[in-house]
């Protein structure tokens, strides 16, 4: 068994790991349409990397093509969860476009003559594009996911830049023919798929568990106002807030809950209004 093998082995139990992660608190968040997105494009990059490992079994052409689109199909799907979890609207004919490029580019690379590592450049130039638009998007959402170090659009970015890095190293190496630094940059391509895997997904968990203890320390400080005592006015009935303002019922709980009023009449008003008498007319002068 060849290096090459052992990474993607590794690669794919770690995958295996994220992905079961992602889809169990996908479960447990009752099916969110936000993780859905993260959990379907963790499979998306195992199924990538057990392309790769079976690519020497695989004919040349199909071997060459189907595990790096994968791959791209994979880091689409982020980009669109980046999308869903920053509130913005899933752009599929954008994904669905640079999926399309990127396959007509592969399948270009089949028929010319030209050095691997152009090849990885186009690729990394792909994949980088699409990382920086997972951040750009993550920046929009909630802090969690983009003000750490250690949070998800921070590891778009890292992606981001070895991928530039990464093209750069690649044309130096097609142009001065450096056979030697081409397989250390392939094997160094590997290995960062797992890092980039796993601070993904772990900081995605971490900023989704983040953001629901958020809504939980919201919730639960509702819940005190609400349950300690409030001053009413015996008379019209208003409340006092905790800056001293008197308001209407109403309003206070719509500015310190999420409780939303309807008007309507109760029945002991409704007959109290049809049992008073009609005012006569004002006679005409």
Known sequence: MNQETVTYLTNIVIGVILAALATNYWRQRRQSRVLTYWAIAAWILTVADVLFAARQVMP??????????????????????????????????????????????LVGFLFVTSPANFRMAFNGLIWGALAVASAVCLRRGAGHFWSSV???????????????????????????????????????????????????????LVAHLQVQHDELMQTHAEVQTLSG?????????KVRDDDG?????????????????????CQDCMDRVSEEPVPAPAPRR
Not at 61 to 87: E, K, S
Not at 229 to 237: D, S, V
Not at 248 to 260: G, I, K, L, P, T
């Open 60 to 105: 040349h052409a199909l071997g060459r093509l189907l595990p790096t689109l994968c791959v791209t199909i994979g880091q689409a799907v982020l980009l669109l969860g980046a999308q869903q979890t920053a509130g913005m609207a899933p752009r599929w004919r954008t994904a669905s476009a640079v999926i399309v490029v990127h396959a007509i580019g």
């Open 245 to 265: 303002y008197w308001q209407q019922v109403d309003e206070y709980f719509c500015r310190h809950s999420n409780v939303r009023f309807t008007h309507g009449v």
């Open 150 to 204: 250690f949070s998800p659009a921070s590891a778009f970015i890292a992606h981001a830049v070895f991928h530039a890095l990464r093209v750069v190293l690649a044309i130096l190496c097609a142009e001065n023919d450096w056979t030697r630094a081409s397989a250390v940059l392939q094997v160094a391509g590997d290995l960062e798929v797992s890092f980039f895997m796993v601070a993904l997904f772990v900081g995605l």
């Open 229 to 237: 005592l409030l001053p009413i006015c015996a008379w019209c009935k």
